[in-house]
């Protein structure tokens, strides 16, 4: 009885012995792991600076608010703030820079009954830069055009003019094929003196985001 006993002992104590090993094997080292030897294991991958392996089409639709002001000899120094919204598009060159259309449009009461509401949209192509996985740079030229729509005139439109846009976001949450986004950003229309000079959208806006689209979605808190 002892001897079996220590027998039974032993293997118990080999098993134990044998634990780390195994657990260390997950990690899969060089000439291991399921992508066979010498590969990494399978699924979204970081490069060595953290940043997401992004590759193709990307786009958002992202929500907020901001201001609209207007500088031209006649304006005054008012702004009006008001309900923004904006929609991208682009491809991702790699992981850290993309090329983009941005439409973004922000709408203001210039009365007092909401009796006056004026939009601008800003429309533009540009690159976005991310610096780091989470934070990013873009910016971009285009086109802008105003609005009017009032319940005592008939409906207005300005001429399209050349536009700018620049915006700085952080991916609040994110992985490879997803993110959500928080963005401040300034798109400005140069137009004519008689149709308000530099008319710019100043905003904050969240938004969400898919990136490598038609690959899946992975959240990863950041």
């Known amino acids: ?51 997401w392996d992004r590759r193709g089409i990307y786009g958002g639709l992202g929500l907020g608010f901001g201001t609209m002001g207007a ?30 259309l941005d439409a973004y449009g922000l709408g203001v009461d210039r009365g007092t009954d909401g009796e ?33 729509s009032c319940d005592f005139c008939d409906d207005i439109e300005t001429d399209t003019v050349p536009a700018i846009l620049l915006a700085a976001g952080y991916e609040l949450l994110h992985g490879p094929n997803f993110s959500i986004d928080v963005d401040a950003r300034v798109g400005a229309g140069f137009y004519e003196e008689n149709q308000g000079g530099t008319v710019t959208n100043v905003g904050l806006q969240f938004s969400v985001n898919w990136h490598s689209l038609f690959g899946g979605a992975l959240i990863v808190v950041q």
């Open 71 to 100: 500088d031209c000899e006649a304006c005054t120094d008012e702004t009006y703030t008001g309900p923004g919204l904006h929609f991208d598009i682009g491809w991702h060159l790699n992981p850290q820079l993309g090329i983009f």
């Open 1 to 51: 009885m002892s001897n079996k006993l220590g027998l039974r002992g032993a293997a118990i104590a080999a098993m134990l012995m044998a634990l780390p090993a195994l657990a260390s094997a997950q990690n899969y080292p060089p000439g291991g792991g399921p992508g066979g030897p010498g590969m990494a294991p399978a699924g979204p991958q970081r490069d060595a600076n953290g940043f």
């Open 116 to 148: 006056i509401l004026l939009i601008q949209t800003v429309a533009t192509i540009g690159v976005q830069f991310w610096v780091t996985p989470p934070l990013w740079l873009k910016g971009g030229i285009g086109s802008a055009q105003q609005s009017f």
